[in-house]
């Protein structure tokens, strides 16, 4: 509202010179320095310092929290996750690179130049690490994360969870804002069981394997999905929510069982002639590294689906110090947590350094990684976990290796002799 008298605080102009005086408590703005400053503030904005607008999904509060750059990512990845540096610096690149192109969207579209999604696939034995990797980005990030299984999908009319059930948990996650979950990082977990079951032709059609591949191409590239809100089955009376995947960050992961042996066939192949036996063979723990879209193709993964997964990273399989570290290390190492947990109760734990060599040798000799490691801690503590409530008062135990071969045997002998 004008009044007579009133001059911008900022060009001087008299109140009749403009279409609109903003008053406030001492002074006022007409509405071209207002329209300047908008224009000044959305100009610095767009160049400054790259960050992304979160909303904290049960408490509702928009925050402004700095994009990390890669070095951060990996030594935060470190601290949580032992191992697998190249796997973290391919990672945090990507990751880095992605909410970059969303924070820069402006200015990728005043120079013409569009930056396309980087979706990632890790590849590694079970137990290396590829979950809590996933989860562990996404805590750094503070944005919205699923895990989904790609086992339990099937091509859309068949029993089963049609792929835009994926986009459900992400949305459930992120409160039902599509705006929220459209900046999320979804892991599809157990990629490798929906392979092409074979090159010859059926009667039956494959739908939980390439039915799902083929199902899960516009969404890892980038479409406007319906998504259900409760999940399940579409119905016609049903109400949807638009969901844009465009800018939803894909990691896939899988262990990708048997695919050393099509690596081998293609870097490992025999020299006639005189040159025969003269090529190195190259172990199977190198093998993994050497992995390239023509062997995802050949073990049964569709070109189209490679082609929209162009970040392909393999993990390392965990050896014996790589496991021990990962007991006690990170900073949710599994024997903290127990002492954590033992601690509630008034009692001190204590492993001995044999009885946790000898955890690392169960785990490595039946090729359960670091997934592994707490399902034989559990085995080992489980009677202690039983009894220790009951009393009273501090004490102290100490997990000795005869301690840890007694209730490791005792449960296999039960196995035996049942």
């Not at 009273?392 to 209730?407: M, P, Q, R, V």
């Amino acid at each position: 509202m004008k009044t007579k008298g009133q001059r911008c605080s900022f060009c001087g102009r008299n109140n009749s010179e403009t279409l609109m005086m903003i008053s406030g408590l001492e002074g006022h703005i007409c509405d071209q320095c207002a329209d300047q400053a908008h224009k000044i503030a959305e100009k610095e904005l767009n160049f400054s310092t790259q960050s992304i607008p979160l909303e904290n999904t049960i408490l509702g509060k928009s925050t402004k929290k700095k994009l990390p750059k890669p070095l951060e990512i990996k030594a935060f990845l470190d601290q949580y996750v032992i191992g697998q540096d190249q796997a973290k610096k391919i990672l945090s690149v990507a990751v880095y690179n992605h909410y970059k192109r969303l924070d820069s969207r402006k200015l990728v579209i005043e120079n013409d130049i569009e930056i396309e999604k980087s979706n990632i696939l890790l590849i590694g034995e079970t137990g290396t690490g590829k979950t809590l990797l996933a989860k562990t980005l996404a805590r750094i990030l503070d944005v919205p994360f699923c895990i989904a299984d790609a086992t339990v999908l099937t091509e859309a009319g068949y029993v089963g969870d049609d792929v835009e059930s994926i986009l459900s948990r992400l949305l459930q996650v992120a409160n039902y804002k599509p705006e929220l979950a459209e900046r999320g990082i979804i892991y599809l977990d157990e990629m490798d069981k929906i392979s092409r079951k074979g090159d010859n032709a059926s009667i039956t059609r494959d739908v939980s394997g390439e039915g799902v591949q083929q199902g899960l191409l516009k969404i890892l590239e980038g479409t406007i999905a319906n998504v259900a809100p409760e999940g399940g089955r579409k119905h016609p009376d049903q109400k949807y929510i638009k969901l844009d995947t465009t800018n939803i960050l894909f990691i896939c992961g899988g262990a990708f069982d048997g695919i050393e042996k099509i690596i081998s066939r293609r870097v490992q192949k025999q020299v006639l002639g005189f040159k025969r036996g003269s090529n190195k063979e190259i172990s199977d723990k190198k093998l993994l590294s050497l992995v390239s879209p023509p062997d995802l193709r050949s073990y049964g993964i569709i070109p189209e689906l490679i082609g929209r997964l162009p970040i392909i990273t393999a993990l390392d399989e965990l050896d014996r110090p790589t496991l021990k570290s990962i007991l006690s290390d990170p900073k949710n190492a599994i024997l903290k947590q127990y002492h954590y947990l033992f601690s509630l109760d008034g009692v001190d734990i204590e492993f001995e350094d044999a009885a946790i060599d000898f955890i690392v040798e169960i785990a490595f000799e039946h090729k359960l990684g670091a997934r592994g490691l707490r399902g034989i801690c559990e085995t080992i503590l489980q009677d202690f976990m039983y009894t220790i409530p009951d009393h009273k008062g501090k004490s102290n135990l100490l997990i000795t290796k005869t301690i840890a071969e007694e209730k490791w045997n005792r449960l296999e002998n039960q196995k035996f002799a049942s």
